[in-house]
Nanobody, 125 residues
Framework: QVQLVESGGGLVQAGGSLRLSCAAS????????MGWFRQAPGKEREFVAS????????YYADSVKGRFTISRDNAKNTAYLQMNSLKPEDTAVYYC??????????????????WGQGTQVTVSS
């Protein structure tokens, strides 16, 4: 069983930046596709960004494109989400997810194999 643990969330003013981390257990992290999702109170969980096993192929939701950057360090078994120019509407619990097929970075939420517990991001105006 793969475990994912998010960190780096917190309170930030609009226009500021945060970097989220997702630490994965096991030694097969380099084989996984990774995704970031978020969920605000009263809303469904939504896609934010994803990448294939290498981090070379990436995809972003229109709402974050140009502001957020997804990346990974396979030697550290860690995925990242750099968030710049944050807006109040970015406020949510952010989750990382992994899929055992490293090429599957364009898949829907319910097809990911593993999920973290989430980290809270709050953006004030």
């Amino acid at each position: 069983q793969v475990q994912l643990v998010e960190s780096g969330g917190g309170l930030v003013q609009a226009g500021g930046s945060l970097r989220l981390s997702c630490a994965a257990s096991g030694r097969t992290f380099s084989n996984y596709a990774m995704g970031w999702f978020r969920q605000a109170p009263g809303k469904e969980r939504e896609f934010v960004a994803s990448m294939d096993w290498s981090g070379t192929n990436t995809y972003y939701a229109d709402s974050v494109k140009g502001r957020f950057t997804i990346s990974r360090d396979n030697a550290k078994n860690t995925a990242y989400l750099q968030m710049n120019s944050l807006k109040p509407e970015d406020t949510a619990v952010y989750y990382c997810a992994a899929d055992r097929d490293g090429s599957y970075y364009l898949i829907p939420l319910d097809e990911y194999d593993y999920w973290g517990q989430g980290t809270q991001v709050t953006v004030s105006s």
